[in-house]
């Protein structure tokens, strides 16, 4: 059984940091793709960054040069530091996965077999 684990979400300030954490389970670790997307309220699911199994990495034009997606095979673990965060930011933060997802697709939620349940970043004075 799959599980993808998000943790590090909380209220920061503007221009502060968070480091969001994805623990993944239940699947060959090192072949997956996975990605990180984010829900505002009453707004679609954004993609926010992908790492591909390669290490490869992708951002969304809104987050490049302040966040930075990696990986650790070791851990079995996703992680997004995130900097200079703006209260655009906030949003629910979904980790997603995906062994077979090409290249083109990986912006799109659709095509990610697995999610976490999300975590909730506040940015916020």
């Known amino acids: 059984q799959v599980q993808l684990v998000e943790s590090g979400g909380g209220l920061v300030q503007p221009g502060g940091s968070l480091r969001l954490s994805c623990a993944a389970s239940?699947?060959?670790?090192?072949?997956?793709?996975f990605g990180w997307f984010r829900q505002a309220p009453g707004k679609g699911r954004e993609f926010v960054a992908a790492?591909?199994?390669?290490?490869?990495?992708h951002y969304a034009d809104s987050v490049k040069g302040r966040f930075t997606i990696s990986r650790d095979n070791s851990k079995n673990t996703v992680y997004l530091q995130m900097n200079s965060l703006k209260p655009d930011d906030t949003a629910v933060y979904y980790c997603?996965?995906?062994?077979?997802?090409?290249?083109?697709?990986?912006?799109?939620?659709?095509?990610?077999?697995?999610w976490g349940q999300g975590t909730q970043v506040t940015v916020s004075s």
């Open positions: 997603a996965g995906d062994a077979r997802i090409i290249l083109s697709s990986i912006p799109y939620h659709a095509n990610y077999d697995y």
């Open positions: 239940g699947l060959t670790f090192s072949r997956y793709t």
């Open positions: 790492i591909r199994y390669s290490r490869t990495t």
